[in-house]
């Protein structure tokens, strides 16, 4: 399972930062990086099969694939606000964290505007209003 992969390293890396802390604190940022590129090189990796899965799952529903990739697009748009705002407080620059965090807010309400509309139309359709 990925997610002991994920854990031993994520516990690694915890571990080689508060000996780096005491010791050799410049390295302590530098592993802290690394242990979390290589943690999200292993995630993407298993987001591979969720992604095939969800589109075989569309192709069968007859659902739009516009709106299904745009569905991706704001949990992917998630993902990286989350995960480079996290790294930005690491850092301890939570004022970037935080602007990131808005910048990642205003990009999935723009890209959510397509499928509220979608979602008007169909609905209204259902209800009879044209």
């Known amino acids: 399972m ?20 005491n010791s050799k604190s410049d390295f302590t940022m530098l592993t802290v990086l690394a242990t979390g590129i290589v943690l999200l090189i292993i995630i993407i990796n298993s987001l591979r099969d969720v992604i095939e899965a969800f589109n075989e799952i569309v192709s069968k529903s007859g659902v739009n694939d516009k709106l299904f990739s745009g569905i991706l697009k704001i949990v992917g748009i998630g993902y990286v606000t989350e ?17 990131i965090q808005l910048a990642g807010k205003i990009s999935i309400f723009l890209m959510a505007m397509p499928i509220v509309l979608a979602l008007i139309e169909a609905v209204s359709k259902l209800v009879g209003v044209s």
């Open 2 to 21: 990925e997610i002991f992969k994920v854990v031993g390293i994520g516990l690694i890396g915890a571990i080689m930062t508060l000996f780096l802390k």
């Open 83 to 99: 995960y480079s705002a996290n790294i930005c407080n690491d850092f301890e620059c939570s004022a970037i964290a935080k602007k």
